[in-house]
């Protein structure tokens, strides 16, 4: 079967850094992505890996690893609008290419 | 700015009375989707059209039906809501979907359901 596991809630005062953590369990595992959303907006697309590394814009890095099934989101000189849910999501392929969500992990900011 | 709307952004219903709603996109793209998402959970796929080519998935009830009837248009229509169909309805679009790569999707700010 498919899963994604991520933490459900993750607190971090402003200033600091604060990693997200995503690990996968899919059949035709293509890339990971990262969406942010914050309370009663849409999500948005913040960055994709298709490789193994870090991919970096601004305050924002993720990271993949493919051998361990494992990425992260990290999130640098925390802001309170960085408060939000950070969804990763696998682009799959089972017979077609598919975007799978994980549960979401929920952003508490603190001044 | 393209964009892609969703109307209305709240939408209150009584149990069993049929509801449509309604996204709109500007972006020109071939893929739109349908998403439920419940209070903290992941948004969950119901269906997407490529084109006009409409594709459901395995685990989507009948109750739940979508119509796309140009480029820019799709709806989604319920047509015996539940006390379990309350949710957000997440309207998304990308520009392929045949694609190993991020197949960025842009996504509509939602109608939040109400069943009464």
């Known amino acids: 079967g498919q899963s994604l596991e991520q933490p459900s809630e993750v607190t971090a005062v402003e200033g600091a850094i604060v990693q997200i953590n995503c690990t996968y369990q899919?059949?035709?595992?293509?890339?990971l992505s990262w969406y942010q959303q914050h309370d009663g907006g849409a999500p948005t697309f913040l960055s994709y890996?298709?490789?193994?590394g870090l991919e970096e814009t601004g305050r924002f890095s993720s990271f993949l690893s493919r051998s361990d099934s494992y990425g992260y989101l990290l999130l640098q000189e925390l802001q309170m609008k960085d408060s939000a849910s950070y969804f990763c999501a696998v682009r799959d392929f089972n017979g077609g290419f598919k975007t799978i969500f994980g549960a979401g992990t929920r952003l508490f900011v603190k001044a | 700015d393209a964009m892609v709307i969703q109307n209305p952004r709240y939408q209150v219903t009584q149990f069993g009375k049929p509801v449509t709603l309604s996204c709109s996109q500007t972006l020109n793209h071939n893929v739109m989707y349908w998403y439920q998402q419940k209070s903290s959970q992941a948004p969950k796929l119901l269906f997407h059209?490529?084109?006009?080519?409409?594709?459901n998935e395995a685990d989507t009830p009948d109750n739940f039906q979508s119509r796309r009837p140009n480029t820019s248009f799709c709806f989604l229509d319920i047509r015996s809501p539940g006390l379990g169909d309350a949710a957000m309805y997440l309207c998304?679009?990308?520009?392929?979907?045949?694609?190993?790569?991020?197949?960025?999707?842009?996504f509509g700010p939602g109608t939040r359901l109400t069943v009464l």
């Open positions: 890996n298709g490789l193994d």
């Open positions: 899919t059949s035709g595992f293509y890339g």
């Open positions: 998304a679009t990308s520009r392929t979907r045949a694609s190993g790569g991020p197949n960025e999707q842009f």
């Open positions: 059209y490529y084109d006009k080519d409409f594709n």
